[in-house]
Structures are given as structure tokens and as C-alpha cells.
């Protein structure tokens, strides 16, 4: 059983920048692929950045371009730096990484971080 606990999630101001962080029980040796998703009020979750081994980091949603995923092998914690954010960034982020076992996926997800975006 894999555990996520993240971090750094708050209240800032439009045009402000926040840096989550997700730490992980596992060696990343042992995985697959790290993302973070969000959800914001009323909306369906979206994934923002996906990081696969093999493949490298991806970004989606309308947060593209000002995201950078990064992630930290001697501490077991991935990163998602946020900058210039709009309002309508506001939203639960939510880490989740998976492994490969045996022919299946296992699926792991944070509790989630509230980001709230306004002045």
C-alpha cells in the first residue's frame, strides 16, 4: 500500500504562483507514473501533468504553460510548481501514482490540496 500526503496548498492572489508537493512512501523505483489532477467546484477532474517513466512529464488542461512537474528521487516527492494563476485555477489538487504488478495497475491518490485563487 502506497501512501500520498500533499502539501502547500493555500490561498493566493491572481497572477501568484504556489508550489504543491506530494510525498510518497514508495522508492520511485517502484513506479510507474506520477500525475496531479484537479478538481474544481462543480467540474469533473482534469489531470494537469503526467510523469511516466519512459515517456517524461506532459501537461494538460488550461494550466498548461504554467506548470512545471519536477520531482525529488532522494526524498520520494514530486513537485508541481503553479504560476500566474486565475480564479478559475481554484480547485482540489490531488497527487496520484500507480504501479505495474503482475498485470495490473495499482492505483494510489493523495487526499487532495485545496488551491483557492482571489483577492
Known amino acids: 500500500q502506497v501512501q500520498l500526503v500533499e502539501s502547500g496548498g493555500g490561498l493566493v492572489q491572481p497572477g501568484g504562483s504556489l508550489r504543491l508537493s506530494c510525498a510518497v512512501s514508495?522508492?520511485?523505483?517502484?513506479?510507474?507514473?506520477m500525475r496531479w489532477y484537479r478538481q474544481g467546484p462543480g467540474k469533473e477532474r482534469e489531470l494537469v501533468a503526467d510523469f511516466t517513466y519512459g515517456r517524461g512529464v506532459e501537461y494538460g488542461g488550461s494550466l498548461k504553460g504554467r506548470l512545471t512537474f519536477s520531482k525529488d528521487d532522494a526524498k520520494n516527492t514530486i513537485h508541481l510548481q503553479m504560476s500566474n494563476l486565475k480564479s478559475e485555477d481554484t480547485a482540489v489538487y490531488y497527487c496520484y501514482v500507480d504501479q505495474l504488478f503482475q498485470g495490473r495497475r495499482l492505483v494510489y491518490w493523495g487526499q487532495g490540496t485545496q488551491v483557492t485563487v482571489s483577492s
Open positions: 514508495a522508492s520511485f523505483f517502484s513506479l510507474n507514473s
